[in-house]
């Protein structure tokens, strides 16, 4: 485990914030030059604490205002590959996450649709073909908040 210091908690709560700041406003923004600000990014990329940079899309905005998460149980564990399931489920472009848990269920899928008869749809004619699946339960999500991580506020 990679030693933190105080500059660096300040630099990962900020990314956490705002992904695309630069080395150089970051830099500015803690008192750093921005070949240091770039070198503590760096070492922190290269100890594998930052693994890249997302782009959070608005998913209401593009149409897509309705997210379910999905438990599945696979039908027979034997018969049908995890591998086999896990490439079938995340062809499915609607299929935002593929998550193997340990539990009730044996994935979590974070789905996402137009409307809930879009999802019903996805649900019928993509998912439940799906190789393996057996037992389903849906939980629509009404409202999320971003939480601050490990790291504090």
Same mark, same amino acid.
Do not use: C
């Given at each position: ?41 760096r070492r922190l990329? /290269? ?19 309705v997210t379910v ?67 389903? /339960? ?16």
């Open positions: 485990m990679t030693d933190l210091d105080d500059i660096d908690r300040r630099l990962l709560r900020a990314l956490a914030e705002d992904a695309t700041q630069s080395a150089s406003a970051l830099g500015r923004r803690f008192g750093l030059s921005q070949p240091a600000a770039w070198r503590r990014l990329e /290269e100890a594998g604490i930052l693994k890249g940079r997302r782009l959070v899309l608005d998913r209401e905005a593009l149409g897509f205002g998460f999905l438990g599945v149980k696979l039908a027979a564990k034997g018969r049908v590959s995890l591998e086999d399931f896990e490439r079938a489920v995340t062809a499915i472009p609607e299929v935002q996450t593929v998550q193997h848990v340990l539990g009730l269920y044996d994935y979590r899928l974070r789905v996402v649709a137009r409307d809930l008869p879009d999802f019903e749809r996805v649900l019928r004619r993509r998912i439940m073909t799906l190789p393996g699946v057996g037992q389903l /339960e849906a939980n629509v999500l009404l409202s999320e908040e971003r939480r601050p991580g490990p790291l504090g506020a």
